[in-house]
């Protein structure tokens, strides 16, 4: 997936970024599996021990379980999904590139990989199953990861316990953004400097965890903390005769570097624009209670959350007390759980204490760390188990299934009901959870009027209205349904409003706005989030105003093509 990523980077930034060449790529990875496992013969280390054999039993009713729910889901979150996400492949698709789009987040929140990947799906596949890349395929392939990511052992009881960790712990699933395409990065992230470190690899074979590291920003760029703090972490640990083996970081690093770099150059535009940077209005902070056991309206509670943190830093002192005891030679997985258990704890607090009352507030910053800690638990558990001798392996798989009980136990009901709304309803989306059942009942019907065909034929025909080659400054809650190669289209959200390069595209003279409708943001809503308590809801709200604002006033002296109650398209005068 890294390397995936970092050709996407290449592709966009070339301008290449349609469906054949996302098909080129689909058909040499297949190959070059192919090869790898039947002309390296690498079927032949393939053992079907009992463990194996209960993991891949999981494993698959979980994909089952999660095909039959949520491929496609029956909703998608109508403003983050509908209004923004859901537009970037399409545009790829249609022009090669996610290009530079000054009244966009794209180069902020993200980067562009998860749209390049999402581009595999929307190639091939109606756009109502884009969800499936992420809570499919990435949640197979994070749970595929947690099981036979090390040796499985005797009937498998610790990879088991792992697995029930990793689908105990609510997700927090509020959109399609990166989160379990992230989990399974940071997981690989994890394993594979232990994997490269007990090869005895050459430094310069570090590069593979430095594109991991890449592709994790690419993401989400608040991954990068992540990052971060892993390879402080190995740089710390990695020694040798006491002298730290700076080299393979230092590789690792290269390679963060040169898989980045296609994303950062294609972006460059928006970060030398010369704009300030936006400054978060001030405003009441919300208390963030680590362990607050009261029920959200999500169905958790922050205890949990950082009950799993401090389990993971219990397991890093776990590998510190048997590295520090030097009972066994094999330090690299030691290495590794440390490492992971740290980096979890540490950016659980980093987020929750800087990261929530500076900027996200308590429930973003949980969201944003929460892959961190289904990846870190899990897979220091499996490193751990993997350096345990006969005699305590019994005692680790005892302490593994307490864990489980206790994380389980910790994220009651939501362990019980989100499987449940999963397989009834069909929807992923948390703060569905708690929604009555009028409101649930209009969020789905809108959801299934947008993907009917009387919707994108009436925002055809108000494109026609604007010759073809126009620029067109667009506002409307499914942009993904305008056609990329009549017009260039800058389609814009209060997300994209509140970024340092946010400015009025040159050229462009049309607009065409929703202003009524289920997804529209009316003024007053706008004006409460304007004075909520979250620092980032405050910024956009408030920028959103402001952008408004000066649209009405642009509007004064503009020609008023078409206003039928719900669009209205404009032909702004040149300022």
């Not at 299934?448 to 009436?458: C, Y």
Request: with cysteine; glycine share 10%; net charge positive.
């Amino acid at each position: 997936m890294a390397a995936v990523i970092g050709v996407g980077g290449v592709f966009n930034l070339a301008r290449i970024a349609r469906p054949w060449a996302l098909d080129v790529v689909l058909v040499v990875g297949v190959a070059a599996a192919f090869a790898e496992c039947v002309a390296g013969r690498r079927w032949r280390s393939w053992r079907f021990t009992p463990g194996a054999i209960v993991v891949g039993v999981i494993w698959l009713a979980v994909a089952g379980l999660v095909a039959h729910s949520l491929v496609p889901p029956a909703a998608y979150n109508v403003h983050d999904d509908l209004e923004k996400y859901f537009a970037l492949p399409v545009r790829m698709l249609a022009t090669g590139t996610l290009g530079v789009n000054p009244l966009s987040s794209l180069g902020a929140e993200t980067l562009g990989a998860q749209a390049f990947l999402h581009g595999f799906v929307a190639a091939h596949f109606p756009l109502t199953y884009l969800g499936a890349l992420d809570t499919w395929f990435g949640l197979l392939l994070c749970l595929g990861l947690v099981g036979w990511g090390r040796p499985v052992r005797g009937w498998g009881v610790g990879a088991v316990a792992a697995m029930v960790i990793f689908l105990a712990v609510d997700p927090l699933i509020v959109n399609v953004s990166a989160l379990f395409s992230g989990v399974a990065l940071m997981a690989t992230a994890i394993l594979l400097g232990v994997a490269l470190e007990e090869a005895k690899a050459r430094p310069l074979a570090w590069q593979l965890l430095g594109l991991v590291y890449a592709a994790l920003v690419a993401l989400k760029p608040t991954f990068g903390v992540f990052a971060v703090v892993h390879v402080g972490c190995l740089a710390l640990l990695r020694t040798e005769w006491g002298a730290p083996r700076w080299a393979s970081v230092a590789w690792s690093l290269a390679g963060a570097v040169v898989g980045l770099m296609p994303w950062v150059v294609l972006h460059a535009p928006l970060y030398l624009h010369s704009g300030g940077a936006p400054v978060i209005p001030p405003g009441p902070t919300l208390e963030v209670g680590l362990f607050s056991g009261q029920v959200s309206d999500y169905g958790t509670t922050q205890r949990a959350y950082t009950l799993v943190a401090l389990v993971a830093g219990v397991v890093a002192v776990a590998g510190g007390f048997a590295m520090w005891r030097g009972r066994d030679p094999n330090r690299p997985a030691l290495a590794g759980v440390i490492s992971a258990g740290v980096t979890a704890s540490v950016v659980y607090l980093l987020m929750m204490e800087a990261g929530a009352p500076a900027v996200f507030g308590p429930f973003g910053a949980t969201r944003y760390a929460v892959p961190l800690l289904l990846a870190a638990l899990p897979c220091g558990l499996r490193l751990l188990e993997s350096e345990t001798s006969a005699g305590t392996g019994r005692w680790h798989a005892v302490a593994a299934v307490g864990v489980a009980g206790v994380v389980v136990w910790g994220f009651l009901p939501s362990t019980v009901q989100r499987p449940s709304q999963w397989w009834r309803e069909r929807l992923p989306l948390v703060f569905l959870a708690q929604a009555t059942p009028a409101e649930r009942s209009d969020y789905l019907a809108y959801n299934r009027a947008v993907f009917r065909p009387t919707t994108r034929a009436r925002l055809d025909w108000l494109q026609e209205m604007l010759p073809a080659g126009e620029p067109l400054v667009a506002w409307v809650s499914t942009p993904f349904l305008l056609d990329y190669r009549r017009n260039p289209i800058f389609q814009t959200d209060p997300a994209g409003l509140s970024q340092r390069w946010t400015r009025w595209p040159e050229g462009a003279h049309y607009v065409l706005l929703e202003h009524r409708g289920f997804a529209v943001r009316p003024g007053p809503e706008l004006q409460r989030a304007a004075e909520s308590g979250v620092p980032i809801d405050r910024l956009t709200a408030s920028r959103a105003l402001v952008f408004l604002a000066d649209l009405q006033r642009r509007a004064r002296g503009a020609k008023v093509l078409v206003n039928d109650g719900t669009y209205v398209l404009l032909r702004l005068e040149p300022l």
